[in-house]
């Protein structure tokens, strides 16, 4: 249960570093929504590694390079699917809000990122 709580404060973290650096690129900058999610994807990512490695799962005796390899696999992989949803939500319901879209496309990408990072990042 500890793991699952940390777990959702690196997550809850992350959604705000993406939806925060999301709305910040919309805002100030020329950026649409798909290039600013694009930026804005991989700085929450970087952000819940250094969480989950530091608070939620055990040290794997892995070197940080092995670790952040897994981590970044699995990482990108949930990423493209948050991606491909959001996006697919923005073309099908063009008055979706970008934040609407970001909070269910990562709705859907957290079980499977779950799953990856105490399966096959953290596993010993």
């Known amino acids: 249960m500890k793991r699952l709580f940390w777990f959702g404060i690196a997550g809850g973290i992350g ?29 929450a990512m ?3 590694w250094i969480l989950n490695h530091t608070f939620t799962f055990e040290n794997t005796g892995r070197s940080l390079a092995v670790e952040g390899f897994r981590y970044g696999s699995v990482g990108i992989t949930s990423a493209l699917v948050n991606y491909a949803i959001y ?6 319901i063009p008055v979706l809000r970008p934040t609407a879209a970001l909070i ?3 709705a859907a990408a957290t079980a499977f990122s779950f799953f990856g990072y105490s399966r096959f990042v953290f596993r010993r």
């Open 15 to 43: 959604f705000v570093v993406d939806a925060g650096l999301l709305m910040l690129l919309l805002h100030f900058t020329t950026l649409g929504p798909f290039w600013a999610r694009a930026i804005s994807i991989p700085s």
């Open 104 to 106: 269910l496309a990562s």
């Open 87 to 92: 996006t697919s939500l923005l073309v099908s």
């Open 46 to 48: 970087v952000a819940t």
